[in-house]
């Protein structure tokens, strides 16, 4: 997403967001107005170090707030930037600050009155944790937590057209992405041919410097990230999943991987695979792919592949995701909400929904 597009999305649409919305009752003026709540506590990650920031930030600030930020250990140069940013382009000094702190220290600020809520991005456990500390403490906190990506591909889906974005949207960031599909559950009448260009568009990505502009696929981020998704393969292999392609690691290193013959007692089907390792299960049809797909506790989004678009417009409302695209990857936009549910937390960023969350929605309610 092009940040400059988002930052100003909200300086064309913030003053409609926040305006008064006058309601008609029984008063002679009666009116819903947004007031800021003041201190917000981002907890942010590593894997998108700029974007994930400004999308709270943004509608944050702009809707009359101040931040503090608690940045991933590993990008504390990106936090600091930000905070750089932000003064550099007019905020008063102070509004947007960075803390190169630690957790406890955190864990401590949460519960300080001075915090009024927290926005955290990040794995499932550090959601639960945190939003255990605020809600001990009465505050309000925006979840945005891992995910299982369902990506459904039915007999009719386009692959010439849409092969691109299937891949990017298990490859992008070399799979270490919270949108990512990560499990594809491919329908009988066209799961030989996807498998085939599948695997030759992943085998055909360029690996190279994470730095340049050229590099389709890199090293994972840490070691450890790598061996947890060694571990999650093994349990595959082990329960009899085939491997396709991959399957190979050197410390952070692990080379993209396509595993057919999955099952849902598998790691790779159950849990978060983050990093390069695409799932593949095989259906007969669209009822089996939705079984499937909802067999999750996580609920972030859905990405369906067809040529009929009428009738996956009938069955959106089965999948209780937070999104569900068609013909498209998971993304964010600033004018449509992100969030999930179930385990993929709760609460909305962007638009209009994501601007009210720091708010506090005040009646108003006049007799004269």
């Known amino acids: 997403m092009n940040v400059f597009f988002f930052c100003d999305f909200y300086a064309i649409n913030a003053e409609t967001f926040l305006a008064d919305q006058i309601i008609e009752t029984d008063a002679q003026e009666s009116f819903i107005c947004y007031d800021p709540l003041s201190v917000i506590l981002a907890i942010m990650p590593w894997n998108f170090p700029f974007w994930q920031v400004f999308r709270f930030a943004v509608p944050t600030l702009t809707s009359g707030n101040t931040a503090l930020l608690k940045h991933a ?6 936090a600091l930037v930000i905070q750089e940013i932000f003064e550099d382009a007019g905020y008063p000094k102070g509004c947007f600050q960075t803390l190169l702190t630690n957790h406890k220290k955190i864990e401590n600020l949460i519960k300080d009155d001075i915090i009024k809520a927290v926005s955290l991005t990040g794995s499932e456990k550090a959601g639960r944790h945190i939003a255990k500390i605020a809600g001990e403490n009465l505050k309000k ?128 089907f159950k849990e978060e695979t983050f990093g390069p390792v695409a799932p593949i299960l095989k259906v007969n049809n669209l009822e089996e792919a939705l079984k499937l797909t909802t067999n999750s506790k996580f609920g972030l989004g859905t990405m369906l592949f067809t040529e009929n678009t009428e009738e996956a417009m009938h069955i959106i409302s089965k999948i209780p995701d937070g999104a569900f695209f068609i013909n498209e990857m998971v993304k964010s936009d600033p004018r449509l909400p992100f969030g999930g549910t179930k385990a ?25």
């Open 73 to 78: 250990s590993n990008v504390s140069g990106c």
């Open 141 to 268: 906190s925006v979840l945005e937590l891992g995910e299982n990506n369902a990506c459904i591909i039915l007999d009719d889906a386009n692959l010439d057209k849409y092969l691109d974005t299937m891949v990017n949207a298990r490859m992008q960031n070399t799979g270490q992405s919270c949108i990512a599909a990560k499990r594809f559950i491919v329908t009988i009448g066209i799961y030989d041919e996807f498998i085939g260009k599948f695997t030759k568009r992943v085998k055909d990505l360029k690996f190279g410097n994470p730095i340049k502009t050229d590099t389709e696929i890199a090293t994972m981020a840490r070691v450890d990230l790598a061996l947890d998704l060694d571990k999650q393969v093994n349990d595959a292999i082990t329960k009899g999943a085939k491997v396709i392609m991959g399957n190979k690691r050197d410390k952070a290193y692990f080379a993209p991987t396509i595993l057919a013959k999955v099952t849902e007692d598998m790691a790779v």
């Open 344 to 368: 993929s937390g709760f609460g909305r960023e962007l638009s209009v929904e994501g601007i009210h969350e720091f708010v506090n929605i005040k009646t108003v309610y006049i007799n004269k």
